[in-house]
């Protein structure tokens, strides 16, 4: 069955350019996760969307970040006036419900960001 | 805040050999503990899922412990195989959140 999946796989841009990466979760899944891995540090929560209720944004490093979920399906991270520090490996995940022991995280293939 | 460790960040056995890999967090306070396998550009692919309420699980020659307690868990490979070979993260699910907290990883290499 189809996993969860990212797009694109792999992003090269300028600094002070706008990205934008999409994940598409699986299906039926309710919740979604964007986390960011860096290189030498570990994986880090950005913002998480459950349902119709409002996003949880505490993890945005910077208002340079948003992110959306149209139709409670795929989402949408954005990145505006991109910095170098923001290279990294942008994970997404989702899980058919929230919280609780039996909320296990699916994550996708990820989007390699790098900023020059 | 809660605090994942792994320890050692790399590791390399001789294949055949088992592996055992350690897992520990500051706040008991979880709902479950996720182990998951990363390869090298790659994402994570999840390994086991231990609930609050479980010690341990097994899938084929994978068993993760949970000591909830005192904070840690296990992740134990039987008979490695150079296909084992990737970097290994632990992450909890903490109450009330409904975010991963992720260990930096077992970076592992099985020497054919």
């Known amino acids: 069955g189809a996993g969860v999946s990212q797009s694109p796989s792999n992003k090269v841009t300028e600094k002070g350019k706008d990205v934008e990466l999409r994940c598409d979760p699986i299906s039926g899944h309710t919740a979604l996760y964007w986390y960011r891995q860096s290189l030498g540090q570990g994986l880090e929560f950005l913002i998480y969307f459950q349902g119709n209720s409002a996003p949880d944004k505490s993890g945005l490093p910077s208002d340079r970040f948003s992110a959306e979920r149209t139709g409670g399906s795929v989402s949408t991270l954005t990145i505006q006036r991109t910095q170098q520090e923001d290279s990294a490996v942008y994970l997404c995940?989702?899980?058919?419900?929230?919280?609780?022991?039996?909320?296990?995280?699916?994550f996708g293939p990820g989007t390699r960001l790098t900023v020059l | 805040k809660q605090e994942v460790t792994q320890i050692p960040a790399a590791l390399s056995v001789p294949e055949g050999e088992n592996l055992v890999l350690n897992c520990s967090f500051t706040?008991?306070?979880?709902?479950?503990l996720q182990w998951f396998r990363q390869d090298p550009g790659k994402g994570l692919t999840s390994l086991l899922l231990i609930q609050s309420s479980q010690r341990e699980q097994t899938s084929g020659r994978l068993n993760a412990s949970l000591d909830k307690s005192s904070g840690r868990s296990t992740l134990y490979i039987a008979a490695s195989q150079p296909g084992d070979s990737a970097t290994y993260l632990c992450?909890?699910?903490?109450?009330?959140?409904?975010?991963?907290?992720f260990g930096k990883g077992n970076q592992v290499v099985v020497i054919p």
């Open positions: 992450a909890v699910l903490p109450y009330g959140n409904n975010r991963l907290a």
């Open positions: 995940a989702s899980s058919p419900t929230s919280g609780g022991g039996y909320n296990e995280q699916f």
């Open positions: 706040d008991s306070a979880i709902y479950n």
